[in-house]
């Protein structure tokens, strides 16, 4: 049997994971002296608040080998094989704890480590595409080369209400951040090359940076993939995310259009009222 893992920051969430059956491991919150696993003990609320008592952004950290061992360990017992996907490795650990882990567990021939160069639901587009491959018989080896042919297909983006985590966690200037807040500047930030870098500046009250934001991918949604979409946010109004998602629908294209929330480690870096529409070119 071939088992497919994602660390945590694919955001699948719940349903998505129960659906295909993903093993997921966490990646670590830190919030001052306390850490948390992302996804299974810490809350956006918890994320938001912190942050706002001390005027700061939370540390993120990559599982251990230790912890990636003990999952790892469970499948090869059973006697099957893994596919683990992991955030892009120009952001974090991950794919580095897993390879070492394999490493350990004298299991490199049982054990496929892929770096998705991406972060959201960008892997969950791989992760979802691994498990319905292994499910039509693909073995390791043919859902790792899809995989990878699939990975410069993603297409990840989103836009923030604010810039202060950014500014804070050293990801934008000082001054950045004070003209977004008067002139309500809302950046797109995209995943290229692995990396996030900011693109397309908008200028208004969040509802209508969105609809901007969505309707100008429009040509580029009409020629994706039409199996599925995916919509991420944190902490976003619902009846926003309803007008993205009706929007969506009314292109008439996508097969599914899927709501998934930003964990505990996106969130920590692009904060409340951060929204992405991601797709496969």
């Keep these: 049997m071939i088992r497919i893992l994602s ?15 993903v093993t997921v491991l966490p990646l670590h919150v830190l919030l001052g002296e306390k850490d948390y696993r992302d996804g299974a003990d810490i809350t956006a609320e918890m994320i938001f608040d912190w942050a706002n008592e001390n005027r700061s952004v939370p540390k993120t950290a990559a599982p251990s080998v230790e912890e990636a061992k003990a999952v790892l360990r469970e499948g090869l017992d059973a006697g099957d094989e893994w596919v683990c996907f992991t955030i892009s490795s120009e952001m974090s650990a991950s794919f580095s704890v897993l390879q070492m882990a394999a490493k350990q567990l004298h299991a490199e021939d049982r054990i496929s480590v892929v770096d998705s160069r991406n972060l959201s639901t960008g892997i969950a587009h791989l992760v979802i595409g691994a498990c319905e491959n292994a499910a039509a018989g693909m073995n390791r080896r043919e859902i790792v080369q899809r995989a990878t042919e699939d990975i410069p297909r993603v297409r990840a983006s989103f836009v923030v209400d604010t810039l202060e985590y950014l500014h804070r966690g050293g990801r934008c200037s000082g001054l950045s951040a004070m003209m977004g807040s008067i002139l309500h500047i809302h950046p797109r930030i995209e995943v290229a090359d692995g990396k996030m870098h900011p693109d397309v500046k908008y200028r208004g009250h969040l509802e209508k940076v969105i609809m901007h934001y969505v309707k100008d991918m429009e040509e580029q949604l009409k020629k994706s993939r039409p199996r599925r979409v995916f919509i991420t946010h944190s902490h ?13 629908r009314s292109l008439g294209h996508f097969e599914e259009v899927l709501e998934t929330y930003a964990g505990g480690v996106i969130t920590s870096h692009c904060g409340p009222g951060t929204l992405g529409v991601l797709y496969m070119e």
Aim: aromatic share 8%; proline share 0%.
């Design 7 to 21: 660390d945590s920051t694919s955001d699948l969430g719940k349903e998505l994971i129960e659906r295909y059956g």
């Design 236 to 248: 976003v109004d619902a009846a926003i995310v309803d007008k993205v998602r009706e929007y969506l």
